[in-house]
Structure formats: C-alpha cells, structure tokens
C-alpha cells in the first residue's frame, strides 16, 4: 500500500527522530516500510499492512495537530491494535470504506465494529449505544460520507441535541449559532477528517452536508438523505420520536449514543433508551451494542472506562 502525505507533514514529527516511530511499526508488524519524498510505501502480509497504515495515518494526523505522537504512544497503539485483532472474529471484513480523503484508511478494526457496519448496511434506521471512543460516530459520518461520494444520498444531515453539561451556554459570546457550534464541533472534525477541507466547505456552504442542533429540525422531511444523530443519549422521549419521524424516502439514519454519560436533568427519560425499548425487534431496524474491548481510543481510555464502570456497578449494588 502507498500512502500520500499532505504537502504540509513535518515528517519528523509524525516519524520521530531518526524515523523511531516507523521502525517500532515495522518490527512490530513485521512489514516493510519506505518513506520517501511525499509518500510511504508499506508491504507485507495483508492485515499488518492495513494496521501499519492506519497507524501511519494516524502519526501524520498528529503532527498536522502540533501534538506529535511519541514512541511511547506508538507502542500503546500497537499494543491496543494486537488486543483488537485477537478479539476480532477471524472473518471480520476489513474493507475500508471509500471516503473523498485517499491518504486516511477508515476501516472496522474490532468485531463489534463490523457489526455494526453489517448492520447500517443493511438497515434503514440502525442504533448504536456504547461508552466514548468506540467509534460510533466517527464510522457512521465515514458511512454518511461515502453514500454521498457514490451517489447513494443527496445529502447528509448531522444532528445533536445542545444539551448543557454541567455548564451554561447562555453566558458565552455570541448568537444562537455561536453558542451551539461547540456541540457540533466533533461531527465537523469528523467531516473535515474524511474530505479536504475546501471541499467540505463548499459542501456544507452549498448544503450538501448540513450540521445543525436537533431543535432545528422539526418539522422537515429529509428524502435521499443520510441523517446521524449524536449523543442521543440526550435527547427527550418527545425529541426521540421528533428525530425519527424526519425520515423520508431513500433515507438512512443512524442513531448513536452512550447511555451511560446521560446530561438530561434528574427525572428526565432519555429518549435514547426509550426509543431502544420500544423499538427492538421492528423490522428494518438495527440495534448494535459496543463495548470497551471496541475502544480503538488510546489505551488509557478503556481503563478509564472499565474504572468508572466497576464504580458505577459498586453503587448500583450498594443501593
């Protein structure tokens, strides 16, 4: 596989010293590795070529950011990367999925992954619940993104509900958009991750891609459309059934969320969780569960959720 780098990659960021990082990558992989001028050329066995790939991607990326990854986060990776290929099922399909940036490789990297790829394949509506970093909504946008690159839908609808966490947007500077647009700042990331940015600009300027606070959408009709909603584990019961009934013909939508870090007020159902019981077992719609063996994050991040989740289970015992 040949990567292209950005013109703009400080090669010694992304590769350290002496090209440390890639020399961990090939003796840990066991692949070849060539960098040369603006592209890196990585052989080997099939599946370790993709992992070096991917992790590749993910040194240049870092550098691009002014926040180098170090050896030391390299071997977390690979270390992460061997724990996830080992719980993978054998047959796991690690295609990646084609998006408009060629250099970055987009791929299901756990079973639970490919799961729930399967599952937004082949469902008009999918729900996807499970703790931070597993990827729920980074591959649904990555979904989103290469139905409208192979002109599956007309267009892609991102959706968050702007729920206060603990702090009040009311006191920031700013109109009503201003004050939301740190709500949807990860589904822009993710959108400028997997197009160059010009183009997502003009996407978004042209509406093409639309990333705008749930509220915005009541009462549209959205045809031809991917529609993502966010963090849906706060969203209302009224809000759920608002979100859902936008849905037009030739649409896809994909719901995720983490039941578990909920910021609605003390009382208030989650949408999320309502929708999941009332909804299970209708046809044509998926429901996929990920968990922290699908945490593709650094490695601390799965032992940061396993320590909150054995607290939580303590108390629930306890009360």
């Known amino acids: 596989m040949t990567l292209t780098l950005p013109d703009d990659t400080d090669r010694v960021l992304a590769f350290g010293a002496a090209e440390r990082n890639l020399k961990l990558i090939r003796e840990a992989l066991s692949v070849a590795i060539s960098a040369r001028d603006d592209a890196v050329r990585v052989s080997g066995e099939r599946d370790n070529v993709n992992l070096a790939a991917d992790l590749i991607t993910q040194l240049t990326q870092a550098a691009k950011r002014k926040r180098p990854m170090t050896p030391r986060d390299v071997i977390d990776r690979l270390h992460h990367m061997s724990e996830t290929q080992h719980k993978a099922s ?11 940036t060629r250099s970055h490789r987009i791929a299901a990297k756990t079973a639970g992954q490919r799961r729930y790829l ?24 990555a979904v989103a993104v290469s139905m409208l690159k192979h ?117 208030t159902d989650s949408g999320l969780i309502d929708a999941a019981r009332r909804l299970r077992g209708l046809p044509g719609i998926g429901f996929v569960t990920l968990d922290r063996h699908d945490i593709v994050r650094h490695s601390l991040v799965q032992r940061i959720v396993e320590a909150y989740g054995q607290e939580n289970a303590a108390q629930g015992r306890a009360d």
């Open 118 to 141: 399967d599952a937004i394949q082949n469902h008009d509506m999918t729900f996807c619940t499970g703790p931070a970093g597993t990827g729920k909504t980074y591959l649904a946008v």
């Open 151 to 267: 002109g599956e839908v007309r267009r892609i609808v991102l959706a968050r509900p702007a729920v206060e966490a603990g702090e009040k947007i009311g006191f920031l500077p700013g109109d009503m958009l201003q004050k939301v647009n740190p709500y949807l700042r990860p589904l822009l990331d993710a959108v400028h991750d997997m197009m160059p940015f010009e183009q997502a600009q003009k996407f978004m300027h042209t509406d093409l891609i639309e990333v705008i606070p749930l509220a915005f959408m009541r009462g549209r009709t959205l045809n031809d459309a991917a529609i993502i909603l966010d963090e849906a584990q706060n969203t209302t019961k009224s809000q759920m059934l608002m979100f859902l009934t936008r849905m037009g013909m030739g649409s896809k939508v994909i719901v995720t969320g983490d039941t578990s870090q909920t910021d609605l007020e003390d009382g």
């Open 90 to 100: 054998p047959d796991a399909s690690r295609e990646a999925i084609d998006i408009y």
